[in-house]
């Protein structure tokens, strides 16, 4: 029964999961683009993998720039939040340029029609197979009529040539068939490192694919003597020749080896793996070393133009951005309304200092210029304006109301004790006490 119940309650639970895990999820390239300030003003989102790297999801952009690869933004999977780590998007930014550049390579081979993916013909090698098998009956047919020592010596070599062959080819289509599944699924689910992987498996399927064809290339050199002393045979007739002219013929089928191999060195193909790979090494590098730059960018900028903390409470919401507080105060229609001048010209002078240090993309600089800029702005706005005459004339006016309503209050409470009779009064000669009831 527990167990029941343990597996109703995981049924239930994975698609909650699920859910929670989709509403996590956001548009890395949006985000980049329209939240942030690391990009600049020249640059946009090119491709967006996602790439694993110790268990953990992460999506790498690319950032182009005139058509150009510049650099890469690695982010977290479900957070939005810039990796920082310099070896950690160092490797994300290794496999998401190699990918890159493999893609590219992929589309050019595909779109000439010359060039022969040679790694996926594994479908093809049983065939070639069979026709060597076919080659070395036909061999040792040649042998048994020719009725030689030199000829059964050429073709006993040629056999153990073609069994090399046949080793070979059946090898060949081993690692074929593994390295074409593993580049699906790095295609599909890119791991972190996996592009080394991928490299050299595919590499090891032309250094066989190499081998073969000089198995080949030692195999028609020599059944060239062979057919040759077929030739020169003073003891076959003219018809006994041709037939085993005929039967000592390349087989149809090891053309397609020559086909392949030219095609993957006219690609250059193992060079081009190997340019891709350590390409995606050294730009890696300098792809993240980049990223610091990139963070402070976006630290200039939000400070600038972003929702202040500093400003807003400082201002009771008055002004929530730097740029608004300055555009604000600077107003014409009130620049010299204000009473502390010296900040005001302080603030205009770290704000254009601000913004020639991120056009200069100093953005150290530009940062603190705008630090500074925000004091200023602060205690501008926290001095107040000028005190006009017209203000002192208001304030006097103000006393003087205030002293004549003092008087007037003092008159009336006089004549109402008066009134009352609450005080003594006196003749000339002595005191009279009046009645106070």
Same mark, same amino acid.
Request: aromatic share 10%.
């Given at each position: ?15 909650? +999961?699920?859910?929670?895990?989709? #509403? ?52 977290? =999977? ?102 074409? #599944? ?25 250094? =066989? ?12 050199? +020599?059944?060239? +003597? ?36 030219? #095609? ?29 730059? =990139?963070i402070k960018r976006d630290n200039a900028y939000r400070i600038m133009f972003e929702e202040n903390e500093t400003v807003r409470n400082a201002t009771k919401n008055e002004f929530l951005t730097l740029k608004q507080a300055y555009d604000t105060i600077i107003k014409e229609e009130y620049y010299d309304k204000w ?19 991120? #056009? ?43 002293g004549l309503i003092i008087i007037l209050v003092a008159i009336i409470f006089f004549r109402y004790i008066k009134k009352k009779g609450l005080f003594y009064s006196r003749d000339e000669n002595d005191y009279e006490e009046v009645n106070l009831k």
């Amino acid at each position: 029964m527990a167990c029941k119940a343990m597996a109703t309650w995981v049924i239930l639970i994975l698609p909650l +999961l699920s859910i929670l895990a989709f #509403s996590l999820e956001y548009e890395p390239s949006q985000y980049v683009a329209k939240q942030t300030y690391l990009l600049r003003e020249n640059e946009s989102i090119g491709n967006v993998y996602e790439i694993l790297l110790e268990n953990k999801e992460y999506y790498v952009l690319q950032i182009i720039s005139n058509k150009q690869i510049v650099g890469y933004i690695a982010l977290e =999977r479900y957070e939005k939040k810039v990796v920082t780590d310099t070896i950690k998007a160092k490797n994300l930014m290794q496999t998401a340029h190699f990918l890159s550049q493999y893609s590219d390579f992929r589309k050019k081979v595909s779109d000439n029609p010359s060039y022969i993916w040679f790694v996926a013909q594994s479908a093809q090698i049983p065939q070639i197979v069979q026709s060597i098998e076919t080659e070395k009956y036909e061999l040792q047919t040649v042998a048994e009529v020719m009725n030689t020592s030199s000829a059964t010596e050429k073709t006993s070599a040629l056999s153990r040539i073609l069994d090399e062959m046949i080793s070979e080819l059946n090898e060949l289509r081993v690692s074929e068939l593994d390295a074409v #599944s593993f580049e699906s699924d790095f295609l599909s689910n890119p791991v972190a490192g996996n592009e080394r992987k991928l490299k050299e498996k595919m590499i090891s399927c032309f250094d =066989r694919l190499e081998l073969i064809q000089n198995l080949r290339k030692e195999y028609a050199s +020599l059944l060239t +003597l062979l057919r040759l002393e077929i030739a020169n045979a003073q003891n076959l007739n003219v018809d006994e020749k041709k037939s085993l002219q005929k039967a000592s013929e390349m087989p149809e089928e090891f053309s397609k080896i020559e086909q392949w191999y030219l #095609s993957a060195t006219s690609m250059h193909f193992s060079e081009n793996l190997d340019n891709m790979f350590g390409s995606a090494i050294q730009n890696s590098l300098t792809f993240a070393d980049g990223i610091s730059v =990139r963070i402070k960018r976006d630290n200039a900028y939000r400070i600038m133009f972003e929702e202040n903390e500093t400003v807003r409470n400082a201002t009771k919401n008055e002004f929530l951005t730097l740029k608004q507080a300055y555009d604000t105060i600077i107003k014409e229609e009130y620049y010299d309304k204000w009473a502390n001048q010296e900040e005001l010209i302080m603030l205009k002078a770290n704000w254009n200092r601000a913004n020639s240090a991120l #056009s200069k993309e100093d953005y150290d600089s530009a940062t603190a210029y705008a630090k500074k800029a925000i004091e200023n702005a602060i205690k501008v706005y926290n001095d107040g304006w000028v005190r006009t005459s017209s203000d002192g004339g208001k304030e006097i006016a103000q006393k003087a109301i205030i002293g004549l309503i003092i008087i007037l209050v003092a008159i009336i409470f006089f004549r109402y004790i008066k009134k009352k009779g609450l005080f003594y009064s006196r003749d000339e000669n002595d005191y009279e006490e009046v009645n106070l009831k």
